[in-house]
């Protein structure tokens, strides 16, 4: 993954390029097709010019903000509650076997 | 040994004693459980779904937090960690990080370790809840195949990780220390260590400049130390060749018992951390920790030392039965019943432990009760069997679960005090050791061998002060 280049040089340098688009879509198991690549390189840079003006506004003395609701401490009691029936989990699952998901060999 | 050895362990611990997982009301107790049959939309990971935070198990991570002398944070909060793999229906973790605003429930804490005769400090560098993931099965063997098989019983069961730094030297204080972290989380009451996979640890490993090797899978405490030992075998072997050690993950691979690397590419390292926004903050206020500081049982340290002022018991004693919360237990009950603390001391700890061992039993598993301890201790006391056949019973009582009592009368053990037919027997001795009777008039050692010998004639049941007597008399009479 590039890293982002921080100073004034920063909007006129492509931040995303061929390889960094490549690699986020191997991580999201998604299958980008070699030409719609270029096209992706272009989209991923416009969203990100997008946060380079968020980056323009002043914020020195504001606290982050990590979460839109002003909520903190919502907690459950430890009480347990019926789970669902196994053939109802396993009724979106496109193979099951004998009560189990049934998945890709892994490794 | 002259290569440094350098080891650091993130161990996983399930909060055993939660009734529900950490963000749904699914009952935890999956063991034995047909497969996908304690699982919700949540935990599933179906759309619409929305986790809530088990408040119990913030409270009890908070605790192991404080009882490691960890520093809390004032606010954290839940991030998600992005794979993909079947283990997650959600294909990420919801688990805690320590930048991007993010901090661990405890961290820069510490663990006194005893090793080798003096006090060691285990650094502690973070604590943290997260999700456990589900079970994978394999049909046939890992290698062979062809696909997996999932069970999302598991996925969601409230986990406390705990990060040490790499302070450790050898296996052995590995070990050591997942023993006294078992310990302090049975004394606190939130984990039963006895429990099939309760306990996993992740070990790093590297030896004086080389790279650093991760090895995972490790299943138990008493894994830790041969996965390790392995591993720094195989790493030397390379260094004593000049070959270099690759920086890696290794699979711990305990029926074959070595490991195995897993090549796994690094891009699997970027798990993309960020806030899970279906979660709101934790803010931990001063008021919430006082509480639970003021709820923290008596500790491992705190009970060992204890152990010394009321019961009297040598440092090394109370440090051994202190180290396992079912041992201690054990120890007070019989104390309680019976008194004389040494004399129990030292039962548990030369022969019950022995006994153990041998069985590969923990104490907990084994059918020995502290009331048929206190009995065999009475019966000893009594005159009733010798040291000697207690020590002998104590497997039956281990193994069988019988009192002492039965046992002794079952195979006929009670000790002989019939002067009677003690004196025939000395006549019997005396006829077949001529030799002896003549080195004992002069020699002492000589005399203990007629005891000896009548020992073997009663199987060690004869009284011993009264054959002593016995014997002597008859010398004293030629």
């Known amino acids: 993954m590039r890293v982002l280049v921080l100073g004034e040089e920063r909007s006129r340098i492509?931040?995303?390029?061929?390889?960094?688009?490549?690699?986020?879509?191997?991580?999201?198991?998604?299958?980008?097709?070699?030409?719609?690549?270029?096209?992706?390189?272009?989209?991923?840079?416009?969203?990100?010019?997008?946060?380079?003006?968020?980056?323009?506004?002043?914020?020195?003395?504001?606290?982050?903000?990590?979460?839109?609701?002003?909520?903190?401490?919502?907690?459950?009691?430890?009480?347990?509650?019926?789970?669902?029936?196994?053939?109802?989990?396993?009724?979106?699952?496109?193979?099951?076997?004998?009560?189990?998901f049934k998945a890709p060999k892994m490794v | 040994m002259s290569e440094k050895v350098v080891i650091g362990l993130e161990v996983h611990c399930q909060l055993t004693s939660l009734k529900t997982k950490l963000f749904c009301s699914c009952p935890s107790n999956y063991r034995g459980r047909e497969p996908n049959t304690l699982v919700c939309p949540t935990c599933l990971g179906l759309p619409g779904s929305l986790p809530v935070l088990n408040q119990k198990a913030l409270e009890y991570g908070l605790m192991v937090a404080l009882a490691l002398n960890c520093k809390i944070p004032k606010r954290t909060m839940f991030f998600r960690k992005n794979y993909f793999y079947p283990d997650m229906a959600k294909n990420f973790q919801i688990s805690m990080f320590d930048r991007a605003g993010g901090a661990p429930l405890g961290y820069d804490g510490y663990v006194t370790l005893a090793v080798g005769g003096t006090q060691k400090l285990v650094r502690i560098r973070r604590v943290h809840l997260e999700e456990d993931p589900g079970r994978l099965v394999y049909p046939g063997t890992i290698d062979t195949a062809p696909y997996t098989l999932v069970d999302y019983n598991r996925h969601g069961v409230a986990l406390v990780e705990?990060?040490?730094?790499?302070?450790?030297?050898?296996?052995?204080?590995?070990?050591?220390?997942?023993?006294?972290?078992?310990?302090?989380?049975?004394?606190?009451?939130?984990?039963?260590?006895?429990?099939?996979?309760?306990?996993?640890?992740?070990?790093?490993?590297?030896?004086?400049?080389?790279?650093?090797?991760?090895?995972?899978?490790?299943?138990?405490?008493?894994?830790?130390?041969?996965?390790?030992?392995?591993?720094?075998?195989?790493?030397?072997?390379?260094?004593?060749?000049?070959?270099?050690?690759?920086?890696?993950?290794?699979?711990?691979?305990?029926?074959?018992?070595?490991?195995?690397?897993?090549?796994?590419?690094?891009?699997?390292?970027?798990?993309?951390?960020?806030?899970?926004?279906?979660?709101?903050?934790?803010?931990?206020?001063?008021?919430?920790?006082?509480?639970?500081?003021?709820?923290?049982?008596e500790l491992p340290d705190a009970r060992q030392k204890r152990f010394v002022s009321q019961y009297g018991l040598p440092?090394?004693?109370?440090?051994?039965?202190?180290?396992?919360?079912?041992?201690?237990?054990?120890?007070?009950?019989?104390?309680?019943?019976?008194?004389?603390?040494?004399?129990?001391?030292?039962?548990?700890?030369?022969?019950?432990?022995?006994?153990?061992?041998?069985?590969n039993l923990e104490i907990w598993e084994s059918k020995l009760?502290?009331?048929?301890?206190?009995?065999?201790?009475?019966?000893i006391d009594e005159g009733v069997i010798s040291g000697k056949i207690a020590k002998n019973i104590l497997w039956d009582m281990v193994s069988s679960g019988k009192s002492p009592k039965q046992i002794v009368e079952e195979r006929g053990l009670t000790r002989i005090a019939d002067e009677e037919y003690l004196r025939k027997l000395v006549d019997e001795v005396f006829k077949e050791n001529p030799k002896a009777v003549e080195d004992a008039l002069s020699d002492e050692k000589a005399i203990h061998f007629l005891v000896g010998q009548l020992m073997k004639k009663t199987r060690g049941r004869a009284d011993p002060q009264l054959a002593n007597k016995i014997i002597r008399e008859k010398l004293a009479s030629k």
Not at chain 1, 15 to 24: C, G
Not at chain 2, 372 to 378: D, F, G
């Open chain 1, 14 to 100: 492509k931040l995303i390029d061929e390889e960094t688009v490549r690699h986020v879509a191997w991580l999201a198991r998604l299958e980008v097709l070699d030409d719609e690549v270029e096209g992706f390189v272009e989209q991923f840079n416009r969203i990100l010019d997008y946060f380079r003006k968020l980056d323009e506004a002043e914020t020195e003395d504001v606290e982050p903000t990590f979460h839109v609701l002003n909520l903190v401490n919502v907690f459950r009691e430890d009480e347990p509650f019926p789970p669902i029936s196994p053939q109802e989990a396993l009724k979106n699952a496109p193979k099951s076997e004998r009560g189990f």
């Open chain 2, 162 to 297: 705990v990060v040490t730094e790499p302070d450790f030297e050898s296996p052995k204080e590995a070990r050591a220390f997942l023993q006294k972290l078992r310990s302090i989380l049975e004394h606190l009451g939130v984990f039963d260590g006895g429990l099939e996979g309760a306990m996993r640890c992740d070990a790093n490993i590297s030896i004086a400049g080389g790279a650093r090797v991760e090895v995972k899978n490790i299943g138990s405490f008493k894994d830790v130390e041969r996965a390790l030992t392995f591993e720094i075998m195989r790493q030397k072997q390379l260094l004593a060749k000049k070959v270099a050690v690759v920086r890696e993950t290794r699979h711990w691979d305990g029926e074959r018992r070595i490991t195995v690397s897993l090549r796994t590419k690094e891009e699997e390292y970027d798990y993309r951390y960020f806030p899970e926004p279906d979660l709101v903050p934790v803010e931990i206020t001063e008021e919430m920790l006082d509480q639970i500081k003021a709820r923290l049982p």
């Open chain 2, 369 to 379: 009760t502290p009331e048929h301890l206190v009995e065999m201790l009475k019966l």
């Open chain 2, 315 to 359: 440092g090394y004693d109370a440090m051994v039965l202190t180290s396992d919360k079912a041992l201690a237990d054990f120890f007070e009950k019989a104390v309680a019943a019976y008194g004389k603390p040494k004399v129990v001391s030292n039962w548990l700890m030369s022969d019950v432990l022995r006994c153990l061992n041998e069985y």
